[in-house]
Every structure is written in structure tokens, then in C-alpha cells.
């Protein structure tokens, strides 16, 4: 096969960026190792950029029905509540953050880009190796995968690594990165919502050293991930599923009866190693990474999507303009260090605050938690801070505008 570009992985970074490319007439092959969109515990909280961001591409309507708004963020420590969020007063065009199942967002992305001719997604093919012109230092020059039905090639100008957070390209290009641990992993599971809670708020609780992120889940179950220390996940299936339970209960009591229901067997959970990434380079001659590939990120304020369709549109119009200039691999050259430098600063605060929050989760103790939560108290008892610091997470794209409740008041009145 031979196309314009190759992109490995058909998450959303790779997806994105595959239909802003075909739809700039830049014919692209995606390779997806999985056969299906079915990922669970995935990539589902979707910051408001990337709201306005897929409303802007044409797909926020096709995905009408299939996600929930996050009106409200809520932060209780010990019991009390030292933080909360209103997302309706950011002045923003689209303030609020979503949950979109991950199958219903690729599903659209995938329907929107067979739309176009120069499209095409291969499913169960898995990159096993690059192509490289002048031996292992040469540039890349496409792609070798494994599918059921034999080895294929995908020769291409550019190959993408959207291929996440243990990017095999990135492994064979030898791009130098750092990977650093945190002190934390994280167990998800997934519950039946609680007919108290309201189903349009984040909820974070923290007791002492512990925390747990409580996230409404459309249609009507609600994601939980509980912090475990590094590594702790033997230690912690040795004390057996009781363990599990008790730590729910001192967390969100709420929940005690549905998780002695739901999770009989520690299959039921699912456990996700944290750590961030950092790559010096994000390229090579024919090669570029983007999305976890690139910049790997906690799961804290849902960052992952939300940068790699940043990624995807911000990368699709520069190689636009390279292969308009010939294609050459001069211009792809700088079309894609031209894509770490608009990137990468945002990519760092991001990275910045999810290990400010990574902190004061892990502050413990009795001074340690009187710190930690008279800085929460601090940041809620000013709403012109409370919308500087988490604006630097959720509005890096939009530009100001009216607040939700402002823009009702603006909208003309009707007549009968």
C-alpha cells in the first residue's frame, strides 16, 4: 500500500488527525492493532476544547445522544468540601467538559473519514516494524504490519506514531524519552450510579494519603479509579478483594453495597501504571509522534484526549502545507519540528499541574492534610484564581466569550 501518510494507531489522536488530513485531500493509511472500538476504561472524559474542538470539525452532532455534560467539580477532603467548580462561569463558547464513551468517538471518527476517498483504516494490523532507506539511520519510509491474512507494507512521506502511552514506534525509531514513574498506580472499576449523586459532577475524595476519582459515565454507571502506592497492586490482591471494598468505604461509603456486588473478582478492575513521558524529540526524518506517544500524561482532569486532538489539528494543516510544497522530506522535516514547537509549552503545563494535584493527593498526615486542604479552600474562596488555575487544563484553545448564564440572558426572547 502507499499513501501521503501512514498513521499507527486508531485512538483519538490517530483518528483525528487521519480525517483532517483526508479531508485536506492528503491520502492517509491508518494502522489499528485492535480488530474493534470496544475500550473500556479509556480516554472517556473529554476536557471543553476538544468539545469546541469536535464541534468545529462536524462531529459533536453525530455523537448527540451518545456522552453527558460535567456541570460541576467537587473536591471533599476528611468529609468536607473544600473545592467546587461550577464550569457554567468560564466564559467560554463551549465550557463544559464531556463523557464520551471512547467506542462512540472512534466510531464517528472512522464513519466521518471513509467520507473521503484518500482514507483508509486497516483493522487488526499491527506495526512490527519501520521502513528505513540507507539501512537502520535512514529515514523512515512507511511501515510493516502484521495482519490475520498476512504481512503488509504501507509505504508513505511521513509516518505517524499515534500509537499511545507504550508506543511500540516510538521503541523501534530509537527516539530518546524519559519515562517518569509516579508514586502512584491506579485501579479503575466501574459501578452502577448512586440515585444520590447528581449525575453532572466529577467527584474527587481524599482521606489522609488516599484518594479516588468518582467520574459519571453515560448512559448510567460511574467510572472509579483508587490511588494505590507504585507497584502496590500484589500486596494489595494478597489482603485479598476485602481490601479493595474496605478502601471504597472510607472513600465513598455511597458505594459499598454495589461494589461487594459488582466486583466479585479482581478481573473486574482493571489497573493503569502512571507515569509521564517526556521526549526531547518528537521527530525524525519521516517519522513524528504525537499524542501519549509523544507526551504521555496522568489521568488527572482528563488531559489525554483532550491533547492529542489538539495534536491532530494542529499537525494535519502544517503537512497540508508541506506536501503542497512538493512533499519533500526537507519540508516534512520542518512541518513537524514546526509541530513540537507550537506544542509543546501547552503540553508542559499540563504536565505542570497534573503533578501539583499528583502532590497534594499524596500529602499526608496531620499537617500535610491541613495543608492541602487550606489550599483548596484558598483557591475556592477566589473565583478569579479558581478560573486562572484550572483554565490553564481545560481552555487552552477557545477564546473568551460571554458565561453560560450571560449568554442565556443575551438570547432573545421568544414570541407566541
Known sequence: MTAQVCVVGGGPAGLALAVELAKRSVSVVVLEQSGHFNRSFRGESVSPDSVWLLDRLGLLGRLDGTYAQVHHLEILDSGSAVLNVDFSDFPYP?????????????????????????????????AVGLLREQGESGPVTGVRARTPD???????DLTVAADGRFSKVREMSGLAYEKQPLDRDVIWLRLPFPEEWDSHTYRIRIRGGEHGLFIPTHP?????????????LRDLRAQGLSALHEKLDRLAPELS??????????????????????????????????????????????????HAIIDAVTLAPLVEE??????????LTRACEQFQQSREEAVRLSRALQLRQERLFALDGRLGGLTRRSLYRIVNGNRALQQRVLARAYFQVQEPGPTVAQRIVQQPASHN
Open 220 to 232: 448510567d454507571s460511574v467510572r472509579v479509579g483508587l490511588n494505590i502506592a507504585k507497584g502496590g
Open 150 to 156: 498476512g504481512e503488509i507494507v504501507v509505504r508513505a
Open 94 to 126: 463551549h465550557p463544559y467538559p464531556v463523557e464520551l464513551p471512547q467506542p462512540a468517538l472512534l466510531s464517528a471518527l472512522a464513519d466521518v473519514g471513509r467520507e473521503h476517498s484518500g482514507f483508509t483504516l486497516r483493522q487488526s494490523a499491527t
Open 257 to 306: 453495597a454495589s461494589v461487594r456486588k459488582e466486583v466479585q473478582a479482581w478481573s473486574d478492575t482493571s489497573m493503569l501504571d502512571i507515569f509521564t513521558t517526556v521526549v526531547p524529540r518528537w521527530s525524525m526524518p519521516g517519522l513524528v509522534l504525537m499524542g501519549d506517544a509523544a507526551h504521555t500524561l496522568t489521568p488527572i482532569l482528563g488531559q489525554g484526549v483532550n
Open 322 to 331: 508541506a506536501m503542497a510544497d512538493g512533499g519533500g522530506a526537507d519540508a
